[in-house]
């Protein structure tokens, strides 16, 4: 038997072990929802070595029952962050929390300010981090993060900091004083309408031809559109509409029990709230022939298919990764010429184009952007053909005033 001192936790073989799982880790970590503060979870495993493992991660990740050390200055940035993500961030989305759960884990923990006491945190030392993770902070392709990243990490770590301030463990933010690199605005890369008729042409007969002209039509996200089921088509006071009520991503796996990392999950939309996008009468045929085509599925199946399958279903008519549609969809773009495809350009098209055909109000609502801002800065392209389209009206004019004068 190999045990530890008090909170850190044990690996044992049990009185009656697994024949393929001897090995049995247990460790006490903190859950302040119940009377003791505290819940022991156990896993058991083929090596005593994985077990250990085991044990040092999970007590890394959720802490121990010892409260006194949490609720002290003495506490490394990296404890404290994993401790503020589980008790502090109640409402946050399960992707924003498995993104949270990266930062920490993959640069945070592996960089030496993540063991910097917090009441020993300046603003130096985060200034300086934000300098690696700039230069040297890729883990994957080596060079530096992208400004959008880097913010988001920093910004992480400022609001774990504001919780440490209302928790009397510091007096003051060095986050609120930092220098984050700025944003460059790059052009809105998006297709026009012939790559697009290109991309529908090139996917007829697969099992997910629907994907092109449902995603440009709809501006929908590639996780929201994973999401969508049969019954997201509906039709009120005459009009039909798809509901786009939520979201398939992949998150990180909180079951104990199982050794996935990841699972994929249907959660909230981007900005938590749902949205009706009216459709035109001939995408509304195409969905119905699409749901013929899984209505034959459904009938070789024999009584396996999903009672309302999803729009972009397996052979039984359950849920596809995102992943696995992106990579069919950029596979289809190679074969129609189309270099550096991802399926977010098919929502920056819609965007584009519905810009010089509707509101700006009314294309933000349907994109489910939280403001015109955003729609305007980020979505909408601008080239010498929107610029003339835009400037056709004012055309008319001009000429009306050239023709006056010249008469």
Known sequence: MSKGGNG?????????????????????????????????????????????????????????????????PDISLVDWLL?????????????????????IKNHLAKHAIGSIKLKDMNVCDLQAYIGYLASDGNTRDGGGMSP????SLILMVRKSLRAAIGAGLIDKNPADYVIMPKLEQK??????????????????????????????????????????????????????????EGSLNRITNRDLSSDKKTVLR???????????????????????????????????????????????????????????????SQAIAQKSGIESFHPHLLRKSFATIGAANMDLKQLSAILGHSSLNVS?????????STKSTALAGMNAVCNELINQNAG
């Open 376 to 384: 305007a800065c980020y979505y909408i392209g601008s080239d010498l």
């Open 187 to 244: 052009p809105v890369e998006y297709l026009n309408i012939d790559q697009i008729k290109v991309l529908i042409q090139k996917s007829r007969g697969e099992r997910w031809e629907i994907f092109f002209p449902l995603a440009f039509m709809t501006g929908c996200r590639i996780g929201e559109l994973a999401a969508l089921r049969r019954s997201s088509l509906r039709t009120e006071n005459g009009i039909t509409y798809l509901a786009i």
């Open 83 to 103: 401790y503020w993500l589980k008790v502090f961030c109640l409402n946050i989305k399960d992707s924003t929390r498995t993104g949270y759960e990266g930062y």
């Open 148 to 151: 959008k990243t880097v913010r």
């Open 266 to 328: 249907v959660g909230p939309t981007k900005n938590s709230k749902s949205r009706q996008i009216p459709l035109s009468d001939e995408l509304v045929k195409l969905l119905h022939d699409h749901f013929r085509r899984q209505d034959m599925d459904a009938v070789k199946a024999c009584g396996a298919y999903e009672r309302d399958p999803f729009v972009f279903s397996n052979e039984l008519g359950g849920f596809v990764d995102p992943q696995t549609i992106r990579v069919w």
């Open 8 to 72: 850190t936790g044990t690996v044992y073989k049990p009185k009656y072990p697994s024949k393929n799982l001897p090995f049995r880790a247990e460790v006490w970590i903190t859950d302040l929802s119940r009377p003791s503060g505290k819940r022991r979870i156990s896993k058991n495993f083929k090596k005593k070595s994985q077990a250990e493992e085991w044990r040092e991660d999970t007590l890394r990740k959720y802490g121990t029952h010892n409260s006194s050390y949490i609720c002290s």
